[in-house]
């Protein structure tokens, strides 16, 4: 569900809109943290990045292996299979 901020920011020339301090306070984003653009129908949903496993796309027991991330479940497998 899409709950409105009650905030609305204009798009400067470089497409770059600002987070007022309080939504980035609130949810805990500091400069430099990654932001990824989601779209759900016609809505524009920003979230806090959070790897995903590329395998299977969980966000939970993820892990980094050489340069990509990967679920515990995913990994095991991969194990099982060169045996």
């Known amino acids: 569900m899409v709950k409105p901020a009650g905030v609305v920011r204009k798009v400067d020339q470089l497409g770059r809109i600002v987070l ?3 939504l980035r306070k609130r949810y805990q984003m500091n ?7 989601l779209v759900q129908g016609d809505h524009i949903i920003l979230e806090r990045y959070r790897p995903r ?8 027991d993820v892990r980094e292996f050489k340069e990509r991330y990967l679920c515990g479940k995913c990994m095991s497998e ?4 060169r045996r």
């Open 53 to 60: 496993c590329v395998f299977c796309g969980v966000l939970d």
């Open 20 to 22: 007022p301090k309080s």
């Open 31 to 37: 400069e430099g943290d990654p932001v990824e653009i």
């Open 78 to 81: 991969m194990a099982q299979l």
